[in-house]
């Protein structure tokens, strides 16, 4: 593989932000483990926490779901640096990308860890929120989910095929297929979704309070 070299940024300030999110990610979920630990003199009507005012719930919304992406990118950062290769940032075709600082014809067993790091700790994060007993349903813990449930949607299927897909790497550093990365990594995001689906808690998905009392459903895309 010809490594693409070009100017190595702050790669240790992607690295900090990105493991600062995952960690409020996850204090975020300690948090509310906590609070459902203890009696609450307030019993809400539904689990949904839709239904519940909040004018900051799209903001949370969209922290929690940038705090997915940058949890996929540590998790590449952490990888290379874990398995000796010096990370760096760059663009391919005009897309920001981290690149292992490995030679995947050299080092395919480390490329691989590299490649599927970032999908990994997605899916474990999403798995953990579903997992660990806590107050469910927040904005910024739907935010989590959908980012990691939307960043395997793409990489199975549109970013599939990309010269620097995490899928192509995998691929290609291992006897697994794209067909078979893609199934793998695809099936674990359809569990969460069904659970999603069946959970009350999570009602209304893509749900936001109105600011007369009823609730916004869907997505606008301006």
């Keep these: ?14 690295l900090s932000a990105a493991l600062l999110s995952l960690s409020l990610s996850l204090a975020t979920v300690a948090r509310s483990a906590a609070q459902a630990a203890s009696p609450s003199p307030v019993v809400a ?21 940038i705090s997915s992406i940058l949890a996929h990118e540590a998790g590449h950062v952490v990888a290379s640096y874990a398995v000796g290769g010096h990370p760096y940032f760059g663009f391919d ?12 014809d050299l080092e395919p067993h480390k490329q691989f860890i590299f490649s599927s790091a970032g999908l990994t700790v997605q899916t474990l994060m999403d798995e953990l929120i579903l997992d660990i007993p806590h107050s469910r349903g927040g904005a910024f813990e739907r935010g989590l989910l959908a980012g990691g449930i939307a960043t395997t ?10 010269s620097v897909s995490d899928v192509t790497f995998m691929a290609r550093t291992s006897s697994l297929s ?6 793998i990594f695809g099936a674990v995001a ?3 979704v069904l659970r999603i689906h069946y959970d009350d808690h999570y009602a209304h998905f893509f749900a936001a309070p109105s600011e007369r009392g009823g609730m916004k459903v869907g997505m606008v895309v301006k």
């Design 1 to 14: 593989m010809r490594v693409l070299r070009f100017a190595n940024v702050t790669i240790s300030r992607l």
């Design 93 to 104: 075709k005009g897309r920001p990308t981290v690149y292992s600082g490995l030679d995947a």
């Design 178 to 183: 794209k067909t078979q990365v893609s199934l």
């Design 190 to 192: 359809a569990s969460h």
């Design 45 to 65: 009507q539904a689990g949904d926490s839709t239904q519940r005012p909040s004018t900051h719930f799209k903001t949370r919304f969209v922290l929690g779901f």
């Design 153 to 162: 949607a793409f990489y199975i299927t549109l970013g599939r095929n990309a």
